[in-house]
């Protein structure tokens, strides 16, 4: 599905609620997640694009008719477009190609399931043969071709993979859902997002099968991410709305909205003070067209916006724009962002870094590997443009689509949507952690000393255990005449741990925090207690002790 779940306009509404009214009425028509296997019923989600109620209708049909060609086709057709696994929909078609009465589409379908499966020389041989049986669908061969293309592009990226780790944000922020375009300021306090889950605001579900959109926020607390709750009703309605940008401060949200009827696919902004909540979304004046506006930011300054249309002069489809503020407040006339960033082929979600050298942006074009790809382009002070797209590369971009990029201050993590293995179902977000970027690390610092003030001169010795691996990380000696310590962590959990000759062991646990709770330094006095049984008792360091203070760097892979 490209651009996540696309709106269809006026005629959505007109159409959905016609659904709706017909499913209340028709006593066969079954309700939310209830499965009659009734033909009709499958047929109707299938051409309504409901890929995810039918699903469930064909394989109850299929049960029934172990042998029916159709149910095997569209079962296959629904795995393809539903965020679940698309390897499932490779039987059915490998099983329609070993009959004797073959449709050509059903080549065309098989390259690309397994095109979305990384069978990349498997999809190649399928689409030929399709072309090959037939000539003369010219639309279809010409779709063909661009998938062959973008084949050829995912091999080539998966020879040199980005070294990254992908980690769910958590059960407290995704779904069994589509939770999807994750945004996060700089300092990664707040996570701005769309879902489709249960409880969004109206409770409508769409054509699709799926609730309509709301913008949900979650909280950075102790390093973790909090329960995630509505944005509430200053954004969110009972229609379509979905988050798009946010500025590197977290001040300003971007969101597109689309009701169906007087607001159809326009940019909005949404404001907030610090600690406060965001006010009611307005629109973005000198920017929305009658067609649609997809995407916005807005540089750090608030001057200039990158925004996706449709609706001006472009090179084809979706192209990205740059509009600088007129001294009224609205938007002065959009500038194409040239060919370096746009193609024939649909451009979205633009993402301007806070200096506004570098733009983050998917295409279904350039040298992407399936669907949308995530593409950067560098800004060129003597040339004036930008320069040409460079794919992220493999596996943050995969042959399904990926859209939205956000990307913390210090480049170590970034966020996405994704389906992948363990998750909580559909899309869910994960934090993309960039190996080779070096960890931020916090200095821990302070002073051991014997709390009789008399004599606090004290030797002592300290172990740093992480609570995750149960590893070492360190043993360290401060300077015995002050008591002085400085050690460096990365993010993590921690025990420390110090003896010293004639006091009880001192041990506590410590939590040094990343995203917006990330401390460059953290003032920790240890006072040591008398232990009149230990004074006989010398103490000896696990591990001769070392003058350095900085432990040996974390293995992140």
């Known amino acids: 599905m490209s651009l996540f779940y696309r709106i269809r306009g006026a005629m959505f509404i007109i159409f959905c609620t016609l659904i709706l009214s017909f499913r209340l009425l028709a006593q066969q028509i079954p309700a939310q997640g209830e499965v009659f296997g009734d033909p009709k019923i499958a047929g109707d989600y299938f051409k309504t694009g409901d890929y995810k109620d039918a699903l469930k209708e064909y394989l109850v049909l299929l049960k029934e008719e172990p042998d029916n060609a159709k149910y095997k086709m569209n079962i296959a057709i629904c795995y393809i477009n539903t965020n679940i696994d698309k390897s499932k929909a490779l039987p059915y078609l490998e099983y329609l190609i070993s009959q004797k009465d073959v449709e050509s589409i059903t080549y065309f ?58 980690k769910n944000v958590g059960k407290d922020v995704n779904s069994d859902g589509p939770d999807y375009a994750p945004f996060v300021p700089e300092d990664e306090s707040f996570m701005v997002f769309s879902t489709r889950r249960k409880g969004v605001t109206g409770e409508i579900i769409d054509i699709d099968g799926y609730h309509t959109a709301d913008v949900f926020i979650s909280q950075e607390k ?71 506006e997809w995407a916005a930011s807005l540089d750090a300054d608030r001057e200039e916006v990158y925004f996706a249309s449709e609706g001006l002069n472009t090179h084809g489809g979706t192209d990205l724009f740059m509009s600088k503020k007129l001294p009224t407040g609205d938007w002065g006339v959009p500038v194409n ?16 870094s806070a200096d506004g050298k ?24 003597d040339k004036q443009q930008w320069s040409t797209a460079t794919n992220i590369g493999y596996p943050i971009n995969t042959p399904n689509d990926d859209l939205t990029f956000s990307l913390s201050k210090n480049q170590k993590y970034g966020y996405v949507s994704a389906h992948r293995p363990g998750g909580f179902g559909d899309l869910d977000i994960y934090q993309v952690i960039f190996n080779d970027i070096e960890t931020p ?19 002592a010795y300290i172990t740093i255990t992480s609570l995750e691996t149960s590893e070492i990380v360190g043993n360290y000696v401060p300077i015995e005449k002050s008591g002085k310590y400085v050690i460096i962590l990365a993010p993590g959990k921690y025990t420390i741990d110090v003896q010293a000759d004639g006091f ?15 401390q460059a330094e953290i003032l920790k006095n240890i006072i040591m207690e008398k232990d009149a049984a230990l004074t006989q008792t010398p103490v000896k360091p696990i ?14 892979k």
């Open 441 to 459: 690390q916090t200095v821990l610092k302070g002073v051991v000393f014997n709390g009789d003030s008399a004599n606090p001169k004290i030797k």
């Open 543 to 556: 591990t001769p002790p070392i003058k350095s203070i900085i432990p040996p760097k974390p293995d992140t």
């Open 109 to 166: 379908y098989l390259g690309k399931a397994y095109h979305l499966n990384y069978k990349f020389d498997e999809a190649i041989t399928a689409f030929d043969k399709f072309k090959e049986l037939a000539p003369n669908e010219t639309e279809n061969i010409k779709q063909a071709d661009r998938l062959i293309e973008m084949c050829n592009n995912g091999k080539e990226l998966m020879k040199f993979p980005t070294n990254v780790t992908f």
């Open 504 to 518: 009880k062991n001192h041990s506590e646990d410590i939590d040094i925090l990343d995203k917006g709770s990330f």
């Open 358 to 381: 570098t733009l983050y942006f998917c295409s279904q074009g350039h040298t992407t590997m399936g669907g949308y790809d995530i593409f950067k382009s560098q800004w060129d002070d």
């Open 222 to 292: 102790g390093g973790k991410w909090a329960k995630a709750k509505s944005i509430g009703y200053s954004v969110n309605t009972e229609y379509d709305e979905q988050v798009v940008g946010l500025t590197p401060d977290g001040r300003n949200l971007l969101v597109f909205i689309n009701n169906g009827y007087d607001i159809l696919g326009d940019l909005y902004m949404a404001s907030t003070s610090k600690g406060k909540n965001f006010q009611k979304a307005m629109p973005m004046k000198g920017l929305n067209t009658d067609k649609y």
């Open 337 to 352: 962002l040239g060919d370096n960033v746009n193609t024939e082929f649909d451009e979205n979600y633009p993402i301007i």
